[in-house]
């Protein structure tokens, strides 16, 4: 494995389980559905068609019915509607906007309206679908992995036409960059849904992921290091926040991030690839370490390049992981019963604590793994696998803990979409202790 580049710029579904009824249904002889005007923010009118089933190579009645899909009967019960943001219901008039982030792990997306002090949730979906499975050993996307995707889609689909939104980023990451099928893949979610998916760099990919959990960066700290680690590939982001100057203090918008951006990397190694080259189910503590030295040899050069071990000795240094692996951890090490965002997203993690969690879950069974709630059977292969690639970051770059965020690209691109359109109300943010201009207190 050879990391896809280094250049000097730059979940776990949570909520209860998703019920709701916006499947779009593709059935045969099914009329086509006016959309609003602008519908993905690309000047045209654009609809969700259905397919004629006499046309080769479209998947048009496939997704009319799931026992169509031929698929494990557990991967039907891997949806979430993520209630755990506050979310708030349609008003009039309003301008909604879309993010959907198809990885090689999850299906996720999220769709908010501009509010005072960012955005406001109005509904988001969570699905595991393993896009990526076998992918490392093939090089392809297998039909089991792409049914069960278009599956999630089609649910994506319907929550985008009910709640009229307005423009939209869909994007696709490592699985669909990496396998020789996957432009064809994207192509075949257009003619199907119309859903217009963009297959990201992983240096826009980095930047996204950052700016979406930019408001949990410890601004007093002078570097900073953001990681996400992923299905298929891992992003590592150093910001050097002495180059915004006051700006550190009082945050004018998430965009002040990249000024800060000084390396990054984007790692061809996830979980589930990971897993899938040293086994996932049985991990002894050999093969555990065995995964850690491979990523850390991934991440060598790297900082034989940035010397970031250097430059990070003696000063205020802040990590920050936005990862389904960090907040597993998290929710393993809470205890918690289920799954809970709002106690999830922006806790502190002493890195003892991990390595406790850690401990635990290598001394566990795959079933004793199924069986933890934060957990469960469509993660208890991969997190180990998750936990040595954190292994290898923090022995690379030591520190006494970390922040963790239960957010990331999505949150990026809606930032970024409601910025273009000005209507990113975010405002200004007082970060430490209060400061006051011309007798008047920031926030």
Not at 163 to 183: D, E, I, Y
Not at 260 to 270: D, N, Y
Not at 313 to 319: E, L, N, S, T
Request: positive net charge.
């Amino acid at each position: 494995m050879k990391p896809a580049n280094s250049d000097p710029d730059r979940s776990v579904g949570s909520g209860s389980p998703d019920n709701s009824n916006d499947d779009f249904s593709l059935v045969s002889g099914q009329e086509e559905l006016p959309l609003p005007p602008n519908r993905f923010g690309n000047g045209g009118e654009r609809r969700f068609r259905q397919r004629s089933p006499s046309r080769p190579g479209i998947l048009s009645n496939r997704l009319t019915t799931s026992s169509r899909i031929e698929r494990p009967a557990e991967w039907q019960r891997q949806s979430f509607d993520e209630r755990n943001f506050s979310s708030g219901s349609n008003r009039p008039n309003e301008q909604i906007y879309g993010a959907l982030d198809l990885g090689t792990n999850n299906c996720r997306l999220l769709l908010a309206r501009p509010s005072r002090r960012g955005f406001q949730v109005v509904d988001a979906f969570s699905r595991i679908i393993r896009l990526g499975e076998g992918v490392s050993q093939t090089g392809r996307l297998s039909d089991l992995a792409m049914n069960r995707t278009l599956d999630a889609l089609r649910v994506c689909a319907g929550k985008l036409h009910r709640h009229h939104v307005s423009r939209t980023r869909l994007v696709a990451t490592q699985a669909c960059r990496v396998a020789a099928n996957g432009s064809s893949f994207v192509d075949k979610v257009k003619n199907i849904f119309d859903l217009d998916i963009e297959i990201l760099t992983p240096k826009t990919e980095a930047h996204l992921a950052v700016a979406g959990c930019a408001t949990l960066i410890d601004p007093t700290a002078d570097y900073v290091l953001v990681f996400d680690i992923g299905g298929g590939s891992s992003e590592i982001v150093w910001l050097d926040l002495t180059r915004l100057g006051s700006r550190r203090d009082v945050w004018t918008g998430r965009s002040d991030v990249n000024d800060a951006i000084v390396a990054w990397e984007s790692l061809p190694v996830g979980v589930v690839t990971l897993a899938e080259h040293f086994g996932g189910r049985e991990v002894t503590q050999a093969t555990f370490a065995a995964m850690s030295k491979a990523v850390t040899e991934l991440l060598l050069p790297f900082e034989a390049k940035h010397r970031f071990r250097e430059l990070m000795a003696g000063k205020p240094v802040h990590f920050l992981g936005t990862s389904g692996t960090v907040t597993t951890i998290a929710g393993v090490m809470l205890g918690l019963e289920r799954y809970d965002r709002k106690r999830v997203d922006g806790i502190w993690l002493n890195v003892g604590d991990i390595d406790d969690v850690t401990s635990k879950l290598l001394g566990q069974s795959y079933e004793e793994r199924i069986s933890e709630p934060c957990i469960g059977r469509e993660r208890a292969d991969l997190v180990l696998a998750g936990c040595a690639i954190l292994d290898a970051i923090l022995k690379l770059w030591p520190a006494d803990r970390l922040r963790v965020a239960d957010r990331g690209l999505r949150e990026g691109i809606l930032m970024q979409l409601m910025m273009e359109d000005g209507v990113w109300r975010a405002g200004r943010r007082r970060r430490g202790r209060s400061k006051r201009s011309n007798g008047a207190e920031q926030s």
